[in-house]
Nanobody, 124 residues
Framework: QVQLVESGGGLVQAGASLRLSCAASGRTLSNYDMGWFRQAPGKEREFVAAITWNGDSTNYADSVKGRFTISRDNAKNTVYLQMNSLKSEDTAVYYC?????????????????WGQGTQVTVSS
């Protein structure tokens, strides 16, 4: 069993930056790929970013490429999402995600465990 706790969300103006953190317990994350998803009001939960177990490879949704960076510190059992140049359309609840299988997740159906979510609100 793994428990995930996100932090770092908040209310910012367009163009600002935030860094989200996902602290894990119950598992050592160094053995697992990880992901970030988000869910905006009235929309389905969608993929944001994923990272391999050792950080050798990352994947991003087209909507965040060039602005967001996923990273990890396995010594701290923590995954991060650096968000720059935030837009109002980035407003959503952001979820840390632990996958079911041995591949970087890109769909909610591939997720075994979710964090509680952290709210990111970008004002225009």
């Amino acid at each position: 069993q793994v428990q995930l706790v996100e932090s770092g969300g908040g209310l910012v103006q367009a163009g600002a930056s935030l860094r989200l953190s996902c602290a894990a317990s119950g598992r050592t994350l160094s053995n697992y790929d990880m992901g970030w998803f988000r869910q905006a009001p009235g929309k389905e939960r969608e993929f944001v970013a994923a990272i391999t177990w050792n950080g050798d490879s990352t994947n991003y949704a087209d909507s965040v490429k060039g602005r967001f960076t996923i990273s990890r510190d396995n010594a701290k059992n923590t995954v991060y999402l650096q968000m720059n140049s935030l837009k109002s359309e980035d407003t959503a609840v952001y979820y840390c995600a632990f996958p079911k299988g041995p591949y970087p997740p890109h769909s909610p159906s591939m997720i075994a465990s979710w964090g509680q979510g952290t709210q990111v609100t970008v004002s225009s």
